[in-house]
Nanobody, 131 residues
Framework: QAQLAESGGGSVQAGGSLRLSCAASGFVYSQYCMAWFRQAPGKEREGVAG???????SYADSVKGRFTISQDKAKRTMYLEMNNLKPEDTAMYYCAVDSQIDACEYYADYDSVPENAFDAWGQGTLVTVSA
């Protein structure tokens, strides 16, 4: 069973930057999709960005040009570099992993992602952006 642990959340002012990390363990997929999602209070969980085992990336339109997803396979860690943060980026950010490689493209810009869409989820890290 895959285990994921997010870190790097915090509070910043609008225009600031944060780097989230997601450390993975316990999965042995030869192909996979790892992705970031977020959920703001009172809203559905939405896709942010995904990266697959081939290195192909996908992004939600709302974060294109501001967020960059990457991975370090040797460290089994995925990152989300977030620049020019806006108050509307405030949310709990979650990472997830699935053995279906095309899940990244499908869910990266999805408005309501069900929990069973991915095999494993982290506990989340909170990002707060003040105006």
């Amino acid at each position: 069973q895959a285990q994921l642990a997010e870190s790097g959340g915090g509070s910043v002012q609008a225009g600031g930057s944060l780097r989230l990390s997601c450390a993975a363990s316990g999965f042995v997929y030869s192909q996979y999709c790892m992705a970031w999602f977020r959920q703001a209070p009172g809203k559905e969980r939405e896709g942010v960005a995904g990266i697959d085992s081939d290195g192909t990336t996908s992004y939600a339109d709302s974060v294109k040009g501001r967020f960059t997803i990457s991975q370090d396979k040797a460290k089994r860690t995925m990152y989300l570099e977030m620049n020019n943060l806006k108050p509307e980026d405030t949310a709990m950010y979650y990472c997830a992993v699935d053995s279906q490689i095309d899940a990244c493209e499908y869910y990266a810009d999805y408005d309501s992602v069900p929990e069973n869409a991915f095999d494993a989820w982290g506990q989340g890290t909170l990002v707060t952006v003040s105006a």
